[in-house]
């Protein structure tokens, strides 16, 4: 797989079809037959999340949770072809391709019951929902044929998957890391297919960024979700997470797209007014030059 063609995706066209019947044909068009198995994905997994997935679009909810909801099974999507990618691109590696995809699949998967129950994605540092942490134990009980031992290894890899840092040593837990930053910088690259008002709680554009997120930015370091609180709040925090992959295949893939770039103009798209936004552009451009001149080169 190309990274060109690792984040596109058939496009979700409702048009006048029952909701429920055509999410359950578009999931089996994207995880099952042969785009299923190109990515590894069992039938039994693919069965698994699609009528997780169905039994949420099936209940009534406005058109907002509707959309998080298409946004999910996407971005699930990229994801597992983002994490599949890796690590075909790490043959050395002793990958078990289907427990990776696995771990891609099942990574957001109560994003469906937050959409429901909360109509946000955002978690404060005080919520009790934690969608990675719901997702673990969901994966923990899921009614798959699987060793424990990768069971194990993937419930671990999900809990982990959106904390700001990870400090452990599991090879899944790190690819899926990577994988899923990978995905949302495609998508956050191609705005419109996320509704990023989901993640932020500002309008998109208040037109001020706090210099601390800046800050971190610079010193190359990822920038904390307090931070963020509009749209480019966002896309910095994002583009900081250049300086946060693990393996050399991600960053190696990041570099062959144009996504970091097209992330930096869309903040100058959105702030054209923006001081801060004005001043620093520069400096953010050099970043990337600088990110892709250290990533290693195709072999
Ligand atoms: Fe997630």
């Known amino acids: 797989m190309q990274p060109a063609e690792a984040f596109t995706h058939p496009p979700f066209e409702l048009g006048n079809n029952p909701l ?9 068009s994207i995880f099952s037959g042969e785009a299923g198995q190109k990515l590894h994905i069992t039938p039994e997994a ?3 999340m699609t009528n997780h997935i169905v039994d949420y679009v099936a209940r009534p909810m406005d058109a907002m949770t509707r959309d998080m909801m298409i946004g999910k099974i996407v ?17 050395h590696h002793p990958w078990d391709l289907q427990q990776v995809a696995l771990a891609g699949m099942g990574h957001d998967i109560t994003r469906f019951d937050q959409a429901y129950d909360q109509a946000t994605f955002k978690e404060r540092a005080d919520s009790l929902w934690r969608h990675a942490h719901k997702g673990a134990e969901m994966m923990e009980n899921a009614p798959l044929s699987i060793t424990p031992e990768s069971r194990r290894a993937i419930v671990h890899a999900i809990d982990k998957h959106s904390d700001k840092t990870y400090d452990g040593e599991e090879w899944l837990a790190k690819l899926l890391r990577d994988a899923d930053k990978l995905a949302l910088l495609a998508e956050f690259a191609q705005i419109g ?24 930015f610079f010193k190359g370091n990822l920038v904390d979700n307090g931070h963020t609180e509009t749209y480019g709040d966002v896309m910095i925090r994002y583009l900081s997470w250049m300086n946060g992959l693990y393996f050399p295949e991600t960053r190696r893939i990041l570099a062959e797209t144009n996504i970091l770039e097209r992330i930096a103009e869309k903040l100058t798209d ?3 007014d923006d001081p801060f936004v004005q001043k620093n552009y520069p400096e953010i451009l050099d970043q990337i030059v600088q990110f892709k001149k250290e990533a290693p080169q195709a072999a």
């Open 75 to 91: 971005h699930t999507y990229h994801v597992v072809k983002a994490i599949v990618m890796i690590a075909e691109n790490m043959p």
């Open 46 to 48: 693919s069965q698994w």
């Open 20 to 28: 429920e019947e055509y999410t359950r044909e578009y999931c089996a």
């Open 270 to 272: 959105y702030y054209p």
């Open 193 to 216: 297919d996320i509704d990023v008002k989901s993640y932020t709680d500002g309008p998109p554009s208040r037109g001020e960024l706090p210099e601390n997120a800046y800050n971190d």
